[in-house]
């Protein structure tokens, strides 16, 4: 298989749309690589979806999963169409002997008890292809906060706790509070409980209400949140990321908005701030106008300012090594 490498290497600074006019260069097979591009994160990507791509890149990762393995996904409001669909993960999660983790949701709707939730995790056909777990439903688990600014502490399903290893499997897309949802809103948000997600969405004011924190606030408290996950979990934690159906909303909304833009591929990294960034950038660098709408939700919530503070913390890198596989 023939790679190429396309090296993108982009800050918040450049434009008001983050990396509209940043350059991507592609290396020439004569060209040694400099010293930092070879110790930049690298990001792997498909243009192609398919169940075949989605195990291949895991391999491209090079980090094997062991022991009890957990496959964070969203399971998909009730209503909803744009969530992973079971056929595409299938071949990975069952290569990797996963259980499909999720935690009930803090907005009402169709998953905040757990039978309702396996319930809708059943209908859209996740438990016919692996177990589901719903990680909070047998209580809670507290994981510290290193270096935070409003949290010191993110509440987790207690059953995250039982897992050796993680795969954040994400579905990339808009969001209507944080911009843009990927692999850090998976493992912040996604990973904790109902009363963690209160406290992610409050800036750390409360269990019991999502508060009216300052926009920035509740971002960076996501990034906070996430980074409590990536250190728990260490090197046992991988980042995949499927950038299709790309509505502005997320799969937590039962009445999505419909894709105004085409699919753009398979990414995956090791680090997943460069992940984040570079879903974002290829949703800029593309050549479908219907990509307006999306950028217009990421950045009319600040949606970046995520990555921002995720890099501060130090979780990751915003400049990355964009490797494309097909």
Not at 276 to 305: F, N, P, Q, W
């Amino acid at each position: 298989m023939k790679k190429s490498i396309l090296t993108i290497m982009c800050t918040m600074l450049l434009t008001t749309f983050g990396c509209a006019n940043a350059q991507t260069n592609q290396a020439s097979p004569q060209t040694e690589p400099s010293t930092a591009e070879t110790t930049l994160p690298k990001v792997y990507f498909y243009k192609e979806i398919s169940s075949e791509n989605l195990i291949k890149i895991y391999e491209a990762l090079g980090r094997k999963t062991e022991g009890k393995v957990a496959v964070k996904l969203s399971t998909g409001e009730p209503g909803g169409h744009n969530f992973l669909q079971p056929a595409l993960i299938k071949d990975l999660v069952q290569q990797v002997g996963g259980t499909i983790v999720e935690c009930n949701t803090a907005y009402g709707g169709g998953r905040s008890d757990t039978k309702s939730h396996l319930k809708a995790a059943a209908d859209h056909g996740f438990t016919a292809i692996a177990p589901v777990v719903i990680m909070d439903a047998e209580g809670e688990a507290e994981l510290p906060v290193k270096g935070g600014k409003h949290l010191t502490r993110n509440i987790v399903g207690k059953d995250f706790l039982n897992y050796d290893f993680v795969i954040i499997l994400s579905h990339f897309k808009g969001h209507a509070m944080g911009g843009f949802g990927g692999a850090i809103k998976n493992m912040s948000i996604g990973i904790a409980s109902s009363n963690g997600k209160r406290l992610i969405h409050s800036a750390g004011a409360s269990t019991t209400n999502w508060g009216n924190p300052a926009q920035d606030d509740f971002l960076e408290s996501m990034a906070e949140a996430a980074k409590a996950v990536a250190d728990h979990c260490g090197q046992n934690i991988i980042y995949i990321s499927v950038a299709n159906n790309l509505s502005v909303d997320c799969d937590c909304d039962s009445s999505p908005a419909d894709p105004q833009m085409g699919d753009i591929g398979i990414l995956a990294s090791l680090d997943p701030v460069a992940l984040d960034r570079a879903c974002t950038d290829l949703v800029r660098s593309s050549k479908d106008y219907g990509k307006i709408h999306l950028i217009e939700r990421i950045d009319s919530r600040h949606g970046m300012h995520t990555l921002d503070h995720a890099e501060a913390l130090g979780m990751g890198s915003q400049k990355y090594e964009l490797v494309t596989l097909d």
